[in-house]
């Protein structure tokens, strides 16, 4: 109402503001005056706008926002884009640069507006993945394009990405919870199985070496520990022959936590013992604490040997205490406890 100009007809405006019933369909007369002030020069504005908004993941950034709207490969002018975003201003919020909906109310009734149907929800997320496949491997490309192309059932262009090597490393490393979900979704979707996507690492490790440890703890993680073991086996021989004793120390204790998993626990011990041993020689006190706890519950708790598990264990407690490992030391205080508790 602030930016309505004609007085003489400010009773009827009012009068048919007031007809909704609920915030949403108040809303939705917004957005059908938004479409009669300001698509005049730019047919469409309006749903492409919030149809854009609503399908981003975390929001836009003006910039992303205006590529979007833009044609012929130019950004929509911001001139065009300046007297929308004043007007809607009150109903969107900037989070960390992200341009974004600052309530639900706006959001439902564009959803009702202009995306009434799953494949129009579909065909949002589909032109955001594309935006931003087309952008360099970046922070913000790695967090929206895969979250689209799941949203949108793309399942063969998701695989395609999480099999990219490149691009699954850099998803990894930005957030490992969520490529395991997209896995998820894709197994659950479609007949394609990780152990098969990755067949060309797991045929040959070492031509593809700066994936494997990611690649194996995803694997790990997901259900396929035979898997696994055999990417860490492979980087237990490599840092051997290498040299590199502070990385064979981490992959002993992967080694170890595979052979763990399958029920192989003298061979988790002996490689737990083989990490203990190096990271003593390395003065490594974090590693040398969780290789301690590993032995300590493997011993305690699975073998059922509490005797010989609980000064294991109470040695690493007393590692993680003076070295100010918080978390680590309360995730050993635990197993203590428990070893104490079979022990009576």
Same mark, same amino acid.
């Given at each position: ?212 440890? *990611?690649? !194996?703890? =995803?694997?790990?993680?997901? &259900?396929?520990? #035979?898997?696994? %073991?055999?990417? @860490? $086996?492979? +980087? ?7 040299? *590199?004793? !502070?990385? =064979?120390?981490?992959?002993? &204790?992967?080694? #170890?936590?595979? %052979?763990?998993? @399958? $029920?192989? +626990? ?7 013992? *083989?990490?203990?041993? =190096?990271?003593?020689?390395? &003065? ?19 073998? *059922? ?40």
């Amino acid at each position: 109402m602030r930016v309505f100009g004609a007085h003489e007809r400010l009773e009827g405006t009012l009068a048919h503001y007031l007809e909704a019933q609920t915030i949403p369909a108040l809303y939705a007369k917004i957005l059908a005056r938004y479409e009669t002030d300001y698509e005049r020069d730019h047919p469409g504005l309006v749903r492409d706008t919030f149809t854009c908004l609503w399908a981003a993941r975390r929001g836009l950034a003006e910039a992303e926002l205006l590529d979007l709207l833009g044609s012929n490969g130019a950004p929509l002018p911001r001139a065009h884009w300046a007297p929308l975003a004043l007007a809607a201003e009150q109903a969107l919020v900037s989070r960390s640069g992200l341009l974004g909906f600052a309530h639900a109310y706006l959001r439902q009734a564009v959803q009702d507006r202009y995306l009434p149907t799953s494949e129009a929800e579909r065909a949002a997320h589909r032109r955001l993945a594309d935006y931003f496949a087309g952008r360099e491997l970046m922070a913000r490309r790695v967090d929206e394009e895969p979250w689209h192309l799941d949203q949108a059932a793309a399942w063969d262009r998701l695989a395609a990405r999480l099999t990219d090597l490149p691009f699954f490393a850099a998803a990894w490393q930005a957030a490992p919870f969520d490529a395991k979900a997209y896995w998820a979704r894709l197994e659950a979707h479609t007949p394609l199985r990780m152990a098969d996507a990755y067949r060309p690492v797991l045929a040959d490790p070492a031509a593809h070496h700066a994936y494997v440890w *990611d690649l !194996a703890t =995803l694997l790990q993680e997901t &259900g396929y520990p #035979a898997e696994a %073991l055999a990417l @860490r $086996g492979y +980087l237990v021989t490599h840092y051997r022959r290498t040299g *590199d004793r !502070a990385s =064979l120390a981490r992959a002993l &204790g992967n080694q #170890a936590h595979s %052979l763990y998993v @399958r $029920g192989d +626990l003298d061979g988790a011990m002996a490689l737990h013992k *083989d990490q203990m041993r =190096l990271c003593r020689e390395l &003065g490594d006190p974090h590693g040398l604490a969780i290789s301690l706890a590993n032995q300590a519950d493997t011993l305690g708790l699975s073998m *059922d040997r509490p005797k010989e598990g609980l000064p294991l264990a109470e040695e690493a407690h007393r590692l993680a205490g003076k070295s100010g490992y918080g978390p680590l030391s309360k995730q050993i205080e635990a197993i203590r406890d428990k070893i104490r508790k079979r022990i009576g």
